[in-house]
DNA sequence: GCCAACGTTGGC
DNA sequence: GCCAACGTTGGC
């Protein structure tokens, strides 16, 4: 089972809408790098979900892939794809980007190395740490 | 609103 | 296949 972390900017796509849903299908990856990232989720994986443009940007919670990739339903091109997640749990806290930066064991993470990257693995470690941050 | 980082496009 | 120009993302 791998881990990831996926960016939703709240205008297009919020954790209250997430929540409602229960479910929804992770569209509008324009990026290769993500995209291929995306193929390579399996169901069961489990992602952090992370608001961006918000102050301070954090992560709100967990969800779970239910449907591997597939042609992104949004888009005629064939080079895009959408994976189905659905909620899983939310975070007591919420861990800012400052406390990621702030934790030791974290400061490898992708997500300060690359900071536009939307969809991005995450190892084991750093999302058990995560996950503990939040509960 | 600004700016850095970086991906994409298009001319050559 | 290189590289400049441009657009977008995302933190601050």
């Known amino acids: 089972m791998k881990y990831w972390l996926i960016k939703s900017d709240p205008d297009t796509y919020?954790?209250?809408?997430?929540?409602?849903?229960?479910k929804t299908f992770w569209d509008?990856?324009?990026?290769?790098?993500a995209r291929n990232?995306?193929?390579?989720?399996?169901?069961?994986?489990?992602?952090l979900f992370y608001h961006s443009q918000l102050k301070p940007p954090h992560i709100t919670g967990v969800v779970e892939v239910v449907k591997e990739h597939?042609?992104?339903?949004?888009?005629?091109?064939?080079?895009?794809?959408?994976?189905?997640?659905?909620?899983?749990?939310?975070?007591?806290?919420?861990?800012?980007?400052?406390d990621i930066k702030q934790r030791k064991g974290?400061?490898?993470?992708?997500?300060?190395?690359?900071?536009?990257?939307?969809?991005q693995p995450v190892k084991k470690?750093?999302?058990d740490t995560i996950v503990k941050m939040g509960s």
């Not at 919020?14 to 929540?19: H, I, L």
């Open 14 to 22: 919020g954790w209250d809408e997430m929540k409602k849903d229960k």
């Open 37 to 47: 990232h995306m193929k390579d989720m399996k169901k069961g994986d489990l992602c």
């Open 125 to 127: 470690t750093e999302f």
């Open 28 to 33: 509008g990856v324009r990026n290769y790098a």
């Open 70 to 98: 597939y042609q992104d339903p949004t888009t005629e091109d064939d080079r895009w794809v959408a994976v189905d997640v659905k909620y899983k749990r939310s975070f007591k806290n919420l861990v800012t980007l400052d």
């Open 106 to 119: 974290l400061a490898n993470m992708v997500l300060l190395r690359i900071s536009r990257l939307s969809v």
